[in-house]
C-alpha cells in the first residue's frame, strides 16, 4: 500500500519550504514507532549436540524488555556460521533476517546493537574469528522496537533465533514469545 500525498507547491524561491514541508510530514512515517516496545514474556532454549557451544542461558528484566544471553563458545567458530532471526507478529511474519555470523559485525540493524552489548568489554568479539571463549554474555540487549514498521498495532509477537552452520540444522535455537506495545508518556501500559 502506498500512500501519496499532494502539497500546493510551486517551482520558486519558496521550493525550500516545499521540501521542508514534505520532509516534516513524511519523516515521522518512514522511522518508527518511538512508543512501540518488544516484551519478552518467556523464552526457551534448545540446544542440539554440537562440538562449537556449551549450553547456553537466557534471563530477561522483570519488565521484558532487555535480556541478557550466556553464550559460551568451547571451539572456534568456522567461517561458515550462520544466525537466523524471524520476527511474527500476530501469525504473520515481520521479519527474516539470516547473516553469515562474521557479517554480524557490520549489520547496523541487528548486529550493531548486539555487539555493543557483548560482554566482557575487549574481549567479546567485534571482528572474526569468534574463538572459544566460556565467559561470553550478550548483557541488556533490547530487540530494536525501532525497527519496527510505524502503524503496526499491540500484538503477539515470536521472535526465533537460530544459529547453525550453512547447510546443517541449528545448533542452537532460542524462541521468545512476547507483545508488542505501545507506550504512551504518561499513560503507561
Not at 547496523?108 to 555493543?116: A, E, T, Y
Not at 567479546?124 to 519496527?148: G, H, Q, R
Amino acid at each position: 500500500m502506498a500512500l501519496f500525498i499532494v502539497y500546493p507547491c510551486e517551482f520558486s524561491m519558496l521550493s525550500v519550504q516545499c521540501i521542508a514541508l514534505i520532509a516534516v510530514t513524511i519523516f515521522p512515517a518512514v522511522y518508527a514507532d518511538p512508543f512501540t516496545h518488544i516484551v519478552v514474556e518467556e523464552v526457551n532454549v534448545k540446544m542440539e549436540e554440537n562440538p562449537f557451544f556449551d549450553p547456553w542461558t537466557v534471563i530477561f528484566d522483570p519488565v521484558g524488555e532487555q535480556v541478557s544471553l550466556k553464550t559460551p563458545i568451547k571451539q572456534d567458530l568456522p567461517p561458515n556460521m550462520m544466525i537466523g532471526i524471524d520476527l511474527i507478529l500476530d501469525g504473520i511474519e515481520m521479519m527474516h533476517f539470516e547473516s553469515l555470523m562474521c557479517d554480524l559485525f557490520n549489520d547496523p540493524i541487528i548486529g550493531k546493537g548486539i555487539v555493543d552489548h557483548g560482554r566482557p568489554i575487549g574481549v567479546y568479539p567485534t571482528s572474526c574469528p569468534f574463538v572459544a571463549n566460556p565467559d561470553l554474555v550478550i548483557e541488556n540487549w533490547e530487540f530494536p522496537a525501532d525497527k519496527v514498521p510505524p502503524g503496526i498495532p499491540d500484538s503477539s509477537a515470536e521472535c526465533t533465533f537460530t544459529v547453525f552452520e550453512k547447510g546443517k540444522p541449528p545448533a542452537v535455537t532460542i524462541t521468545g514469545t512476547g507483545k508488542l506495545i505501545h507506550k504512551f508518556p504518561g499513560i503507561g501500559r
